[in-house]
């Protein structure tokens, strides 16, 4: 494991050389309406731009001429002249290898708070395995979300690393949002970009909760529109297009909220059924080792990774365009698969299928693509804390319907 190459700061200066002067969707800020034109404002380099929604939809653009203007006190820029930036796809490594490229290395004890004292938990060898595979199989969710497009929520303990694929694709792919919204407006303008990560919905204001549940509804549903319940100033805006969006919704364990006495703030308290139902929820254990990442690289050290980003960026751009037509061969395999087993809620079977999509183009064969399903379906079922003697129950009373 290289910790240098996946240290944040050796990524973001990467970032910031290959994407500067790039104004790109993670820029946009909000809607504006300016002197009767329907605007938005892009922050780049401490300057406030103003985009046409022309503009938007070509994203990401250089700016080349630009005039300053003053509205109501403050100075924007007015985009007169841009180019826009388009990256070649190239294939320069398989899916597997991309996935085994982000090498985190695990933790072999939890570290736990109870009530304000620190608890070390010891991973057997079993639980070292498991962790293992949930952190591949989340590593794969990620990527099929950055590549495809797929709804889906996450449930760990703190400190396994949720945040970790997020911020690194952001930098690599200068398309991704992660944030801990507290309204539905900080969510709004970040659904330009490919991937949208909301990282704990338990911050939200409670005047809030109803329009979010809209917003999640319309694109859980995987609609290709998201429009606004709501108009935060007029001559904004009615309709986004999300026909690429992925939406992925992180959270802890239940029993970490109980711990801190706030199980009022777990994701299925606040939000229920017809939410829960569109996006398929995994249960994943395990621990990031941080310690990895305590050195900080010196300045510069983005030049040694340089071509192995490119390389990773170039082969998701490529992964966008052909990854349906590598796995035709395992597509009966994962209908069947999926047919055969049970779930909580109607849509999540068409969900799973989606994300097992992406395990299908891993896996080296049937065999491994059938193990790793089944750790698959054992981290959904887990989520809802279901055993063996639970799954019988539910297939003997489904029996009884037939």
Do not use: C
């Amino acid at each position: 494991m290289n910790s240098e190459k996946l240290h944040y700061n050796t990524l973001s200066e990467f970032s910031e050389n290959v994407y500067h002067g790039f104004i790109s969707s993670i820029h946009l800020k909000e809607e504006v309406a300016i002197r009767n034109n329907q605007l938005w404002l892009a922050e780049y380099n401490k300057m406030r731009f103003l985009l046409t929604p022309n503009m938007v939809e070509e994203l990401p653009i250089v700016v080349t001429a630009s005039e300053a203007v003053k509205y109501r006190g403050k100075i924007y820029r007015m985009i007169e002249a841009y180019k826009t930036v388009k990256v070649t796809p190239e294939k320069r490594m398989s899916f597997r290898e991309l996935i085994d490229w982000f090498d985190f290395k695990l933790a072999d004890e939890l570290t736990i708070n109870n009530l304000g004292r620190k608890q070390v938990i010891k991973y057997s060898e079993k639980e070292k395995e498991r962790n293992k595979i949930h952190f591949l199989l989340f590593k794969i969710f990620m990527l099929g979300a950055e590549i495809g497009r797929v709804n889906f929520r996450v449930s760990t303990s703190p400190g396994f690393g949720k945040d970790s694929m997020s911020a690194i694709l952001g930098f690599l792919m200068n398309d991704v949002a992660s944030t801990s919204p507290r309204s539905v407006a900080a969510i709004e303008y970040r659904l330009f970009n490919k991937l949208l990560v909301l990282n704990e919905l338990s911050a939200l204001e409670s005047s809030q909760r109803d329009v979010i549940w809209k917003m999640l509804e319309m694109v859980g549903d995987y609609k290709n529109t998201y429009e606004k319940s709501t108009r935060a100033t007029s001559g904004t805006f009615d309709k986004y297009d999300i026909s690429n969006l992925s939406l992925v919704i992180f959270y802890n364990r239940p029993e970490d909220y109980a711990m801190a006495k706030k199980e009022d703030k777990f994701f299925d308290n606040i939000f229920g059924a017809a939410i829960q139902d569109r996006f398929i929820p995994f249960r994943f254990e395990g621990t990031i080792d941080k310690r990895q990442f305590k050195r900080t690289p010196p300045k510069g050290t983005y030049e040694k990774y340089k071509d192995e980003y490119l390389a990773v960026l170039k082969t998701i751009y490529w992964y966008r365009e052909n990854y349906l037509n590598e796995v035709e061969s395992f597509y009966e395999f994962i209908d069947n698969y999926t047919d055969e087993k049970q779930f909580v809620f109607g849509r999540h079977p068409l969900s799973f299928y989606k994300l097992a999509v992406f395990v299908a183009l891993y896996a080296k064969d049937k065999d491994e693509l059938k193990f790793l399903l089944d750790n698959m379906y054992e981290a959904y079922q887990k989520y809802y804390g279901m055993t063996e003697e639970k799954q019988k129950m539910i297939e003997e009373i489904d029996a009884t319907l037939l």
